[in-house]
């Protein structure tokens, strides 16, 4: 079996460099090992027999003719499930397989296990599933209408969270509306779940997997499987994208289901169509905002009012909607505020983490709205944004003070003042339409779009949030030599090369070796809320400070094993949401400069400028590249990525139909990247990867709009949107 390997770095690369990724050729080379590339020999393959509809009651199940199959070894429905029936992130409320009812089209019933992939997918599909069709509850806005019906037996409302600050009655001078919808967006990860399970002689399973958070996938697989903890070991293999969707399980458990009850090795690979099936997506949401101002821009109040579609099951829309509720304002200082946010249950498919969660559909409508103002104030965007921004001391709307640097105003002025992008070229490429050459500049019109964001780094709320980190100094063939192990996932962000800058920076040493990142050390918490580096970096510099330390006084070898927490947050009050709810700010702004081809509705992004705080740019390579994919994924959302969903059926379940930028796509992205340090951080560091994704979706729809005159209130926009056809 291909088994992850040890990472060693032996060249030179402290805190501030940027070296060469330990795992970038291998992966330019397609030499690295992804999960899907797992083997061992006499291994089984598993399948999953899907839900077709979005609501209906299970009335019989019949595995007959599936074990029939030549070559089938299980098949196994919810009556296998030894331990716990149901599992979720924040709520246990997703079953393993499905009980007496499917919530989505794509829940899973049924598995197979058998000596060939292609046997498994016939034995599934011979599964005969008696179905009662339910009314589907589709549409979030009325999930919680009299007489809708309920997609669980305890209501549709998952979380509502609420925001009162100031006067609720406040009046202003001017005043904007707007209503704004934000679609359903993909990870598209090109790497598809995938993973083995090998049952133990000891009863337990090792689970080799792709994941974002190895110690909560292993306490919901112990759950079910009815083992102790320590009875299940997972060890992270090669992760090909996350973006979120990792967060949640997916075949974790079926896998270790089908090994135990074999008593082989089973790996499944979900196909593409299967993974748009099989993981969370971002929330749709509808958004509903009012702002007031008086006549020099002074923003008086906002109020707003959000839906969230959490679709069937919980997973992380409570804190979805208390990140919307939170940072639904934006960076902006407002005396007054009413907002609501709720997450609802409905028969959509499942939606939870993705990059910039909460924020990136409350900045589309906030942003919005700072332009509509601007215009009915005749006022520059910019500096209507500028007036209002937050600086360090500012009170946010639930009563947190920022109490770090906070350079809105400056960020904003510093895209502002790069210079414009010069007129297209003849090359086709640089136009709408790309080589389709649909046009040789007639129709084409240029606009140019403001927005900013504002995320929180870190989990909030006053959850336990930690990071463990075991580091080792021993002397290797006369050459000291460092060892890192961690629980942290890799999944693409470049943390290994992170860990190992920071190892060598504080103990002085050439080389470093990180460890697999698996359960046999404590957790390290999810790759997300761009939290790795500031809570695993954060655990690793406290485990060498403690190994120098050691070393000092006692020599080699010297090894420390420390859990470290960032400073504690609090839960928001239920009926205000007040409270110091969050750890840290992060900011970026973004200028979008688009060319629009008014007459087929096709829009060319020209130029992306963009700024951001970063507290200290830990190795300014990855930053770089964490900012140009987070903008990647903001554009695709403001003009191409949604998962059609009608009537709860997911209509385009493929890459040919569900369209992610390509690098004919991507603009040119000019840079500046301030570095003013929080004292509260390690290195003063603020998480990097989910702001470039919020601000630059809206930076391009009001780029969009300055082009066309076009109000434009949904993303993604789609051709019929400008042209009108």
């Known amino acids: 079996m291909t088994r992850p390997a040890e990472t060693t ?66 098949v196994l429905t919810h009556e296998d499930v030894p331990g716990r029936l149901t599992y979720g992130l924040e709520h246990t409320d997703q079953p393993v397989l499905a009980i007496d009812r499917v919530r989505y089209q794509g829940e899973a019933i049924a598995l197979v296990a058998a000596d060939h992939p292609e046997t498994a997918r016939r034995a599934a599909a011979l599964i005969k599933v008696d179905y009662q069709v339910l009314p589907a509850v589709t549409d979030a806005r009325l999930a919680l209408d009299p007489g809708t019906p309920l997609v669980h037996p305890d209501g549709n409302l998952v979380r509502h969270v609420p925001i009162r600050k100031g006067d609720p009655h406040a009046k202003a001078d001017v005043v904007v509306t707007g209503e704004y919808q934000v679609g359903m967006q993909d990870q598209a990860f090109l790497g598809p779940e995938s993973g083995l399970a090998v049952p133990a002689d000891d009863g337990g399973v090792d689970l080799y997997v792709a994941t974002q958070w190895l110690h909560v996938d292993r306490g919901q697989v112990a759950a079910s499987l009815n083992l ?54 971002r929330h749709p949401a509808f958004l509903r905002y009012e702002h007031g101002a008086n006549t020099d821009g002074t923003l008086v109040y906002v109020k707003a009012d959000i839906v969230l579609d959490g679709g069937a099951y919980a ?43 909460g924020a990136v559909q409350a900045c589309f409508a906030y942003e919005s709205q700072m332009d509509k103002l601007a215009a009915a104030l005749r006022m520059d965007p910019v500096e209507l944004r500028a007036r209002n921004a937050v600086t360090e001391g500012s009170v946010m709307p639930t009563g947190q003070v920022v109490d770090a640097a906070a350079p809105v105003a400056e960020l904003l002025r510093l895209v502002k003042d790069r210079p414009l992008p010069g007129a297209a070229g003849s090359d086709p490429r640089s136009r709408p339409g790309g080589v389709s050459n649909t046009t040789h500049g007639e129709g084409v019109a240029r606009g140019v779009g403001y927005a900013i964001s504002i995320k929180n780094v870190c989990f909030s709320e006053g959850f336990d949030d930690y990071a463990t980190a075991r580091v080792r100094l021993e002397l290797v063939n006369g050459e000291r ?29 050439e080389q470093v070796v990180i460890l697999p990142a698996d359960t046999q050390v404590g957790s390290a918490g999810s790759s997300s809320a761009s939290r790795q580096t500031y809570m695993t970096g954060g655990a690793v510099r406290a485990a060498c400070e403690q190994v120098r330390e050691q070393a000092e006084r006692h020599g080699l070898p010297a090894e420390a094993t420390v859990t470290w927490r960032h400073r504690p947050t609090h839960e928001l009050d239920p009926e205000t949401g007040q409270g110091d709810a969050h750890v840290q700010y992060a900011f970026a702004a973004h200028r979008a400069v688009v060319d629009v081809d008014t007459e087929l509705g096709l829009v060319k992004v020209v130029e992306i400028a963009t700024a951001q705080d970063v507290g200290k740019a830990m190795n300014p390579q990855a930053v770089e590249g964490q900012i140009q994919g987070g903008i990647a994924q903001g554009l695709g959302l403001a003009v191409m ?55 630059s979706t809206p930076a391009v729809v009001a780029a969009i709009r300055d082009a066309t005159g076009l109000p434009l209130t949904r993303v993604p926009v789609r051709p019929e949107h400008i042209t009108g056809s």
């Open 641 to 695: 990525e949604e998962i059609q969903v009608t009537d709860g059926a997911v209509r385009n379940p493929s890459f040919t139909d569900y369209l992610i930028p390509t690098i004919l796509d991507m603009p040119p992205v000019k840079l500046d990247v301030l570095e003013l340090a929080d004292p509260n951080a390690p290195y003063g560091l603020r998480g990097v990867g989910e702001p470039p994704t919020i601000s």
């Open 481 to 509: 030599v460092a060892q890192v192990h961690t629980a942290a996932a890799e999944v693409g962000q470049g943390l290994v090369t992170v860990l190992g800058q920071i190892a060598r920076t504080e103990l002085g040493v």
């Open 228 to 281: 102790p903890e320590d009875k299940v070991r997972i060890t992270l293999s090669g992760v090909g994208g996350a973006f979120g969707a990792r967060e949640d399980l997916s075949m974790q458990i079926h896998a270790c289901l089908l090994a135990r009850h074999t008593g082989k090795p089973v790996k499944i690979v979900y196909g593409r169509a299967e993974s748009f099936f099989g993981h969370v997506h």
């Open 315 to 357: 997973s992380s829309s409570p804190a979805v909607a208390a990140n919307a509720a939170t940072l639904g304002v934006g960076p902006y200082e407002v005396a007054n505020v009413v907002m609501d946010s709720r997450a609802l249950y409905t028969n959509n498919p499942p939606c939870g983490a993705m990059r910039g969660f």
């Open 9 to 74: 770095t032996t060249h030179r690369g402290l805190i501030g460099d940027s070296p060469t990724r330990p795992d970038g050729r291998q992966k330019v080379t397609g030499e690295f090992a992804y999960s899907s590339d797992l083997w061992l020999d006499g291994m089984q393959w598993g399948a999953t027999l899907r839900s077709p509809h979005p609501s209906a009651e299970i009335t019989g199940i019949d595995i007959t003719q599936a074990l029939k199959i030549p070559g089938v070894a299980a």
